[in-house]
């Protein structure tokens, strides 16, 4: 039967994520070594499991109201008041959801009609540009550059607004990058954004992973809190991506439509990773702290090694990757992640695939053991050297 003409337009004209395509040849190989994942390879802490565990031991396996635990949310509006000094009321400005994933979604289909432009800086994690297109609106991409440590200027977003401009996503501490934005920069992007009164959705999941600044979120900046929404979750700072718990913080009118849409397709998020979360959000401070530390000491290798083996590798401040350039090899990103496979065995990922700016760049995850890591590092030496460059 011909399908196309019974599935939504829309979706079908979506393509498909290039990690994505990526990691269905990888996962055609055997023994390959991988340094492609975007999750931590941490155990999530045994407190916060023990958590849920005795929840389920209790019996507590229902629905809970469709906003979360208001204990949830009272911990959740604590923590980003003691982090980001983030003032957020439990009862009417925060939603517990599906991942920061769904909270995005939502976001997204909340804020946006047809003919809306989004600005999109890439590189950038890949699903923005379709959740623009699936919630009807016109993603807008703007190229970030290394000579700006992978930054958005409030020059080249001002440069990029149009007429039907609506919505801006900013994502710091980022991925693929590592980049991250300091308070100045947010000041100088706030001003344009106030200047041609736009909404901002900030995606701040890898806000507990900066090494050296702390993290700030765009909405502590002055004029900042009424036109954005904060998405964060527990999948980085905790590791729990397998628990599917996030949340989004914002102004009353917009978490309302978005707890409408959650209601009606969710109904509440996993009642067994709320009782963990609240544990995490409790006495998950030195957790942190001890993965943090821990990615640190493998970033400086990581990075470290690249520049010694002539990749020229921007610093990253934030989150667990590392973006090396790979313009000296002649190689585009595919060919290098392709050949690197093919000959050593070694998975990561094409920079292009987080948007056509990641093009000479390749993302290397640190969130492995350093065993791992030297293995991996020493594999792709020998490469290089193969290559002759
Ligand atoms: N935002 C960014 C920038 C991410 O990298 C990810 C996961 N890789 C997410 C959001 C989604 O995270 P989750 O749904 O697990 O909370």
């Known amino acids: 039967m011909d399908y196309t003409k019974r599935l939504n337009n829309t979706i079908q004209q979506v393509k498909p994520s290039g990690i994505r395509r990526f990691f269905d040849i990888v996962s055609e190989m055997d023994d390959v070594i991988s340094l492609s994942i975007g999750e931590p390879d941490f155990r999530t802490p045994w407190h916060v499991s023990k958590a849920a565990i005795d929840s389920l031991e209790k019996g507590r396996t229902w629905y809970t109201p469709n906003r979360g635990f208001e204990k949830l949310r009272d911990e959740i509006s604590s923590f980003v008041k003691r982090k980001y000094n983030l003032t957020y009321s439990a009862k009417e400005e925060i939603l517990v959801t599906v991942g920061g994933s769904e909270a995005l979604d939502l976001a997204m289909r ?127 700072a905790f590791a729990m991506t397998g628990w599917r718990l996030g949340y989004a913080m914002g102004p009353a009118p917009i978490i309302d439509m978005m707890t409408k849409l959650h209601q009606f397709g969710i109904m509440s998020a996993p009642t067994v990773a709320q009782y963990a979360a609240i544990e995490a959000l409790r006495n998950g401070d030195k957790d942190i702290d001890k993965m943090r530390d821990e990615y640190e000491m493998r970033k400086r290798y990581v990075v470290g090694e690249f520049n010694a083996m002539g990749l020229e590798c921007f610093e990253p401040n934030g989150a667990f990757y590392s973006f090396p350039c790979i313009k000296s090899t002649g190689l585009t990103s595919e060919e290098f992640c392709t050949k690197l496979l093919a000959s050593k065995k070694v998975a990561i990922v094409p920079g292009n695939a987080f948007g056509e700016s990641g093009e000479g760049y390749v993302r290397v995850s640190y969130s492995y053991s350093l065993k791992h890591l030297k293995e991996a590092i020493s594999r792709i030496k020998e490469f290089l050297q193969e290559l002759n460059v």
């Not at 440069?159 to 934005?181: E, F, H, Q, R």
């Not at 736009?198 to 900046?221: F, K, N």
């Open 110 to 236: 909340c804020l946006l009609n047809p003919g809306d432009e989004v600005l999109i800086h890439q590189p950038s994690f890949v699903c923005y540009e379709p959740l623009t297109l699936m919630a009807g609106a016109t993603p807008v991409v703007i190229n970030t550059q290394q000579e700006n440590c992978f930054r958005l200027t409030a020059q080249e977003l001002e440069d990029a607004i149009t007429p039907k401009t609506k919505l801006l996503v900013l994502s710091y501490p980022n991925n693929p990058t590592g980049a991250i934005m300091r308070r100045g920069d947010l000041e100088a992007i706030a001003e344009v954004i106030i200047k041609h009164d736009l909404m901002v959705i900030s995606d701040e999941i890898y806000s507990e992973l900066t090494y050296g600044d702390r993290h700030v979120s765009l909405a502590s900046i002055e004029g900042m809190r009424e036109r954005t929404i904060v998405i964060n979750g527990f999948s980085k």
